[in-house]
Structure formats: structure tokens, C-alpha cells
Nanobody, 124 residues
Framework: QVQFVESGGGLVQPGGSLRLSCVAS????????VAWFRQAPGKEREGVAC????????SYADSVKGRFIVVRDTAKNTVYLQMNSLKPEDTAVYYC?????????????????WGKGTLVTVSS
């Protein structure tokens, strides 16, 4: 059974950093593209960063490019999202997901498996 467990969310001040973790079980991470999505209150879920399966390439939404970094640790079957220079508009529930690589920054219908999410709040 494919499962994800996300952790690392919390409250952080603008300009601060957080690192989210996504531990996968039931499959090997490099079988699929693994992406982080986020959903803010009243908004649609959007893809923010993707680590593309065996090729190991990364891609980012324009809104986070240069601030967020996605890293994969195959030994731990874990994907991390390092978030720097956080802004209030980054406040959202962040989800880990996996699926076939369809486009550089996935949309929700591309992905087959989802975690339950972790809340990130950026506020002073």
C-alpha cells in the first residue's frame, strides 16, 4: 500500500525557513515523479515543486523559484522541500504526491498518490 507521511510544517515569520519531509512507503521514490503541492484557504491546489523520477531533474512553479528546493534521499525513501525567504502568501497546507511525469510542474490530475498534508503558516 502506497503511503506518504508529511511533517515539518508550523508557524514561521516572514523571511524565515522551514524544511518539510515526506517519507514514502509501499513503493520506491524513483519509480515516479514526486511533487509537492499546496492549497491555501479558498484556492485550488497547485503544484510548487517536482522531483522527476529516475532522471532526477527538478522543476518549480514561478511563485517559488529561487526560494524553494526539492531534494530526494533515496536511501531514506524521503523527499524534502526546503523553503526559504517565506512570505505570507506561502501559507497553505502542503501535500506530497507521486505519479507519472506528465509535465514539469504537475497538476492535481497528474498524480496518483497523496499524503494528508502539513500546515505551513507564515505570519508575524
Amino acid at each position: 500500500q502506497v503511503q506518504f507521511v508529511e511533517s515539518g510544517g508550523g508557524l514561521v515569520q516572514p523571511g524565515g525557513s522551514l524544511r518539510l519531509s515526506c517519507v514514502a512507503s509501499g513503493f520506491t521514490l524513483n519509480w515516479y515523479a514526486v511533487a509537492w503541492f499546496r492549497q491555501a484557504p479558498g484556492k485550488e491546489r497547485e503544484g510548487v515543486a517536482c522531483f522527476s523520477g529516475r532522471e532526477g531533474g527538478t522543476s518549480y512553479a514561478d511563485s517559488v523559484k529561487g526560494r524553494f528546493i526539492v531534494v530526494r534521499d533515496t536511501a531514506k525513501n524521503t523527499v524534502y522541500l526546503q523553503m526559504n525567504s517565506l512570505k505570507p502568501e506561502d501559507t497553505a497546507v502542503y501535500y506530497c504526491s507521486a505519479g507519472p511525469l506528465v509535465r514539469p510542474v504537475p497538476i492535481t490530475t497528474d498524480m496518483s498518490y497523496w499524503g494528508k498534508g502539513t500546515l505551513v503558516t507564515v505570519s508575524s
